[in-house]
């Protein structure tokens, strides 16, 4: 079955250092993407970022990125120059993909999540 | 801007009761999906929804049901309402194809007295 595990449930970093979140996924399946989301305070999910497994380079999105390594089965995510609005919860997330005879669909599984917090 | 909205940010019921959560989204997406959410558990899918009258089971569908008569519209039901159903419900949506990023409403936090 697929999984997804985040390791740390909390980490703390601060102000301006980059901060490295763990998550480490199986699966059995080829084609799959990756997902990371956050979570502040107000309960929003916003995404973050997204790896697809054929993806030849890691994803970029500003301050984050997405260190792949499909070999170990690892998706950490990496912010750089943490600011205080980073303090969030993080949650890592895979695509499973279901066929059945007119077509398929697509859902995620989530991980425990990280809190991060980030301090002045 | 995409948008999905849910009906109530907060919400107390009595065991018991009949719930009704709802969800709409405005981007004409496919999927539709509900979530629990509880400490140390992540995201748990409840149900989800491929099309119009049509939804599968997730990882933790007893206690609950689904509906969606039309596209934009997904709700979930909680039959008779019970203590161990307290916990924060999201609604999320996607397309069918491409990255199938899920775009998430605000959330309802509904504790069950």
């Known amino acids: 079955a697929q999984k997804i595990t985040q390791t740390q449930p909390g980490m703390f970093v601060q102000e301006k250092e980059a901060v490295t979140l763990d998550c480490t996924y199986d699966?059995?399946?080829?084609?799959?993407?990756l997902f990371w989301y956050k979570q502040p305070s107000s309960g929003e999910m916003i995404f973050l970022i997204y790896?697809?497994?054929?993806?030849?380079q890691n994803a970029t999105e500003g301050r984050y990125s997405l260190n792949f390594q499909k070999a170990r089965k690892s998706a950490n995510l990496v912010i750089s120059a943490s600011q205080l609005g980073d303090s969030a919860m993080y949650f890592c997330?895979?695509?499973?993909?279901?066929?059945?005879?007119?077509?398929?669909?697509?859902?995620?599984?989530f991980g425990a999540g990280t809190r991060l917090a980030v301090h002045p | 801007d995409v948008k999905v909205t849910q009906s109530s940010r907060y919400l107390v019921k009595r065991t018991g009761e009949k719930v009704f959560l709802e969800c709409v989204q405005d981007?004409?997406?496919?999927?539709m999906f509900w979530y629990r959410q509880d400490p140390g558990l992540g995201l748990r899918l409840i149900y989800f929804?491929?099309?119009?009258?049509?939804?599968e089971k997730g990882d933790i569908p007893e206690g609950y049901s689904v509906s969606r008569e039309k596209k934009e519209r997904f709700s979930l039901i909680l039959e008779s309402a019970s203590t161990n159903q307290t916990s924060m419900y999201l609604c999320?949506?996607?397309?069918?194809?491409?990255?199938?990023?899920?775009?998430f409403g605000p959330g309802t936090r509904l504790t069950v007295l």
């Open positions: 999320a949506s996607s397309t069918g194809t491409g990255s199938n990023e899920q775009f």
């Open positions: 790896q697809g497994s054929y993806d030849q």
């Open positions: 997330a895979m695509r499973e993909t279901s066929f059945f005879f007119s077509g398929g669909y697509n859902k995620l599984i």
């Open positions: 981007m004409d997406h496919e999927n």
């Open positions: 929804s491929y099309d119009v009258k049509m939804k």
């Open positions: 699966t059995s399946d080829p084609s799959y993407g």
